[in-house]
């Protein structure tokens, strides 16, 4: 039977996922591929439609965020027994609850208080 | 009164491990610092949620398109980008435990986020000067909570990296050091991240 404390006295960092050259600079490129073309859309004010542009800028920030988190945190299902997704899920989660029940909660409230619509005088 | 309770050393039924497993020191660092970095994003989401309510309440004062250069933003931009994959450099030169490349890219990461919170304070300072500061309206308020906090963050971050660099200096790249330099990774680019979302949310969405 061997010792439960052999092979770990060498000193190593701790196991911090880490990723190779290639990945820095393909998620570089990828980012900065991703950081140019919003701002060129919005700059330039290529597309009429408001609408549009807002919705591309959205997409471009979003599979911008995902670039960053593959290449450079170096996220992976299988990081630490994937808890490390499980516990990004977790935070998504919460974080749209917090922003998308937010910003309903306001704006319902706005709508509905707005000096506009008491068309009902206050009785004396 | 009690009776202590006393387990023959004998007694099969054994309720722990007699010795707890080795864990390498550290072994639980990645994970630990990721959830420190999960709850940091529920800070900025309440932040960038305020903002979402009361970014279009000027109150009478001015709006996104006649305060915002999208042409200092884009460079502030950049200039968090390079900080990031110079970053990696530095990572990568530590796993092949070159000491004076490690040194080389801290320097030119601290350079770029010195560059990025100048450019920063810069713009602050302006729209403070044009009387376009956070008492001017709720819109103005929220903008400068929220950069302000992420300009904090990146302020924190280069602190941080200046004592590493005192650190490995002092003691080489020992693996309590490499684990701080990998924290900090975390943070550097965790802070990216959250830029992607300002310069999308305030900057471009309100310029359109």
Redesign the interface.
């Known amino acids: 039977m061997s010792d439960?404390?052999e092979g770990?006295h060498e000193?190593?960092?701790?196991?911090?996922?880490?990723?190779?050259?290639q990945d820095?600079?393909t998620?570089?490129i990828l980012?900065?591929i991703l950081?140019a073309i919003?701002?060129f859309l919005?700059?330039s004010g290529i597309f009429s439609s408001?609408r549009l542009?807002?919705f591309l800028?959205?997409i471009?920030?979003v599979a911008?965020?995902i670039v960053?988190?593959v290449y450079?945190?170096h996220m992976s299902p299988k990081?630490?027994g994937g808890?490390?997704l499980i516990?990004?899920v977790?935070?998504i989660i919460?974080?749209v609850i917090?922003?998308v029940g937010?910003?309903w909660v306001?704006y319902h409230m706005d709508a509905n208080m707005m000096p506009g619509m008491m068309t009902e005088p206050p009785a004396n | 009164m009690s009776t202590p309770i006393i387990t023959e050393p004998t007694d099969p039924r054994v309720f722990h491990p007699e010795e707890e497993p080795h864990h390498p020191e550290g072994h639980s660092t990645p994970l630990g610092f990721w959830i420190y970095l999960m709850s940091d994003c529920l800070i900025f989401a309440t932040l960038f949620g305020t903002f979402a309510v009361l970014g279009h309440r000027y109150g009478g004062g001015p709006g996104p398109k006649e305060l915002f250069d999208l042409w200092l933003i884009a460079l502030n931009t950049a200039m968090l980008l390079f900080s990031s994959i110079t970053y990696g450099f530095a990572m990568l030169a530590m796993h092949r435990g070159d000491q004076k490349e490690v040194m080389k890219w801290l320097g030119i990461t601290a350079g770029f986020g010195l560059a990025f919170l100048a450019i920063e304070l810069y713009e602050f300072n302006h729209l403070i000067h044009i009387g376009a500061g956070p008492g001017r309206s709720a819109f103005l308020s929220a903008f400068f909570t929220l950069v302000g906090t992420h300009g904090l963050h990146v302020t924190f971050g280069l602190i941080w990296m200046a004592a590493l660099v005192l650190q490995v200096r002092k003691h080489g790249l020992t693996s309590a050091n490499q684990r701080r330099l990998e924290c900090l990774s975390m943070f550097w680019h965790f802070l990216d991240v959250i830029w992607i979302g300002v310069f999308t949310f305030v900057y471009l969405m309100g310029m359109i």
Do not use: D, N, R
């Not at chain 1, 960092?13 to 050259?21: E, L, R």
């Open positions: 439960p404390h770990h000193t190593h960092a701790a196991p911090f996922p880490h990723g190779t050259k820095y600079v998620g570089f980012a900065a950081t919003p701002f919005v700059m408001e542009t807002a800028v959205l471009c920030a911008q965020i960053h988190m450079f945190l990081a630490e808890w490390t516990s990004l977790f935070t919460v974080l917090a922003v937010t910003v306001m």
